[in-house]
């Protein structure tokens, strides 16, 4: 019987050789002194970075207590910040601190209702996030960010810091903001291309404090546009870009591509009409739809070979812009009418088939004949 008894206090003084440092996280007790009351003890809770005190008060006090900088610690960078403090479900909204390079002494006023103080920092027992493990968590608050809707025609800064921050943003859809922060942000703002002047954007960014991170990142249609970051003392970020157009460019959105390679830019006032045209005009009626649908399936069969072709082949980009130039003079014509029906649509667009067809072939044939003529002659 007492061999059995030995062998199962052995076992379970070994299972709490291997089971209390995991699952318990020992430490001293902090120096502290209490008037009113009796403190229970003390629990670390990790996941909150805070010290919970449970608390025995009989009468109105205060709780007077040194906690050790390798214990529990409030910081952004290199800097102190505030503890939270909660007594039982309200806040301390002012308590006295005395501190030094190793501890921190807060006083802490109590009263009979008490029961639990809440002690909540950035870190406890030594608890520093390494360098990779920040750097993964921002990789992966990246990657959510670029899953998530951003509405069309704008972009989003992301900011990531353990410190206090300012800086300034300006893109061409706003004028120049300050923005001052601490720790993590993000701001949505304007960023597309209009049609006068080209869409860009920037943003320059100052660490406040000596010690901590920053990182900021742009981001728009689920891409990044720019990316910096720095860990210097008072390190500055710099980042700039142009902002993405929310024109399509596919048959569904009816993208002017060969236009747009033929003139260098979706802005070119020749690219511009012919949407304007699409858009305004021949999208707004149910012949007009139907016309660029067709139209679509036709044109996006061939029309992503030439404009890649063209950006490769200067003389053959050239050739393109004298042929296409009169059927964009002609089209100019629809834009400056009114065509608020059916049989608008259908008329003006028979119309401008057949001075197409004189330009392109009439013209040409007339051309033959009469040289045949001449020569004749």
């Known amino acids: 019987m007492k061999v059995k008894i030995m062998v199962i206090t052995l076992f379970l ?3 709490g050789m291997f089971t209390n440092p995991t699952f318990a996280q020992q430490f001293e007790e902090p120096n502290y002194t209490i008037r009113g009351g009796e403190v229970l003890g003390f629990e670390i809770d990790s996941e909150n970075t805070s010290l919970i005190i449970p608390v025995d008060i009989r009468a109105r006090g205060e709780l007077i207590i040194t906690l050790p900088r390798s214990l529990i ?3 952004i960078g290199s800097d102190d910040s505030e503890f939270i403090i909660y007594i039982g479900i309200s806040k301390l909204d002012s308590f006295d601190e005395i501190k ?10 109590v009263k009979r209702s008490n029961h639990e103080i809440k002690i909540i920092g950035t870190q406890v027992l030594s608890q520093v996030i390494t360098a990779p493990t920040v750097q993964l968590q921002i990789e992966k608050k990246i990657e959510t960010e670029l899953r998530s809707e951003i509405p069309e025609g704008k972009a989003k800064l992301l900011i990531f810091s353990d410190t206090e921050w300012s800086g300034a943003l300006q893109a061409s859809g706003f004028d120049y903001i300050e923005i001052v922060g601490q720790r993590d942000r993000s701001i949505i703002f304007e960023c597309e291309p209009s049609l006068i002047r080209e869409g860009v954007f920037g ?5 406040i404090t000596e010690g901590g991170y920053l990182k900021i990142v742009a981001i728009q249609n689920q891409k990044i546009m720019a990316q910096e970051s720095t860990e210097e003392q008072f390190g500055e970020v710099l980042i700039n870009g142009n902002c993405a157009s929310s024109f399509a460019t596919g048959p569904e959105g009816g993208g002017c591509l060969i236009a747009t390679a033929t003139y260098g830019s979706e802005l070119a006032p020749q690219v511009q009409q012919l949407r304007e045209l699409r858009d305004s005009k021949l999208l707004q009626t149910e012949s007009g739809s139907a016309f660029m ?3 679509n399936d036709f044109y996006y069969s061939f029309s992503p070979v030439i404009a890649d072709y063209e950006r490769e082949n200067p003389l053959f980009k050239e050739t393109v812009k004298l042929t296409i130039t009169p059927m964009l003079s002609s089209l100019s014509i629809l834009n400056n009418i009114n065509m608020d029906s059916e049989w608008d649509v259908l ?3 028979i119309i401008l088939i057949l001075l197409n067809i004189g330009m392109y072939v009439g013209v040409p044939i007339a051309g033959v004949y009469l040289v045949k ?3 004749r002659d």
């Open 100 to 109: 030094t390079s190793s501890d921190r002494t807060i006083t802490i006023p």
């Open 73 to 75: 610690d409030a910081k």
């Open 203 to 207: 943003a320059k960014i100052k660490k």
């Open 373 to 375: 003529f001449r020569v």
């Open 347 to 349: 008329g003006y667009g």
């Open 13 to 15: 003084v070994t299972m």
């Open 293 to 295: 649908n067709t139209f």
